[in-house]
């Protein structure tokens, strides 16, 4: 009876002991609760984090327009110069002086190019007419671009990249094809000089300078 009593007052000492230590949970206690950011719109909750390096952020700086010098002097005697205006306008100048250069027309050729391209286009021509062959060009595409712009003094230079697209043919004067006799499209590359006096009026640049760049 003594033992059953011991035992009896042991348990409920222990019970009392582990109750003192873990107490009891009513569901009410307070969470730990990670600092949140200032605004208080997000419900994203910050976790701590390991410290880490910043990561070097790449600066794009745009590229100045290019020629931007000589494009404010051009456009003192020019006002409504511009690249695109140029290229544009380059465009139509090559399709014309090839079309007057293919049908020999010698006086068109004056009026765009200089006097010595024009005595080379000539001297072309008296030769093709001297054989009796016609030449045809027919350019399917054409692109410009500057490659080069210089001022000296009231002299305007302009080196321009033409990209085009042509079928060029002779013919005899049988008129049988004897050049490119499956009249294929051809790829070509040239490199021309446009020239102005800037102290002239008038929008007119002369072909002062012809170079053809292998494909």
């Known amino acids: 009876m003594v033992e059953i009593l011991l035992f009896a007052v042991l348990s409920v000492y222990l019970f009392y002991?582990?109750?003192?230590?873990?107490?009891?949970?009513?569901?009410?206690e307070k969470q730990r609760q990670w600092p949140r950011p200032e605004n208080t719109d997000t419900n994203v909750i910050i976790l701590p984090q390991k410290n880490v390096a910043?990561?070097?952020?790449?600066?794009?700086?745009?590229?100045?327009?290019?020629?931007?010098e000589q494009i404010k002097i051009i456009q003192k005697s020019i006002k409504d110069f511009s690249i695109d205006k140029f290229q544009a306008g380059a465009c139509n100048a090559f399709r014309a002086v090839l079309t007057a250069f293919a049908a020999g027309d010698n006086k068109r050729l004056e009026q765009l190019v200089s006097p010595k391209i024009a005595k080379e286009f000539q001297q072309?021509?008296?030769?093709?007419t001297k054989q009796k062959e016609t030449l045809n060009i027919d350019i399917k595409s054409v692109e410009a671009e500057i490659e080069k712009m210089h001022v000296d003094k009231s002299i305007?230079?302009?080196?321009?990249?033409?990209?085009?697209?042509?079928?060029?043919t002779t013919l005899s004067k049988d008129g049988e094809i004897i050049d490119n006799t499956n009249q294929l499209t051809n790829r070509m590359i040239d490199r021309w000089t446009f020239q102005k006096n800037l102290v002239e009026t008038g929008p007119a640049w002369l072909l002062v300078k012809t170079e053809s760049v292998a494909v």
């Open 54 to 68: 910043q990561t070097q952020t790449e600066v794009i700086i745009e590229s100045p327009q290019p020629f931007i």
């Open 17 to 28: 002991r582990l109750w003192s230590v873990l107490g009891s949970r009513t569901g009410q």
């Open 156 to 168: 305007a230079e302009i080196l321009v990249h033409f990209t085009s697209d042509q079928i060029v």
């Open 124 to 128: 072309a021509v008296k030769a093709r």
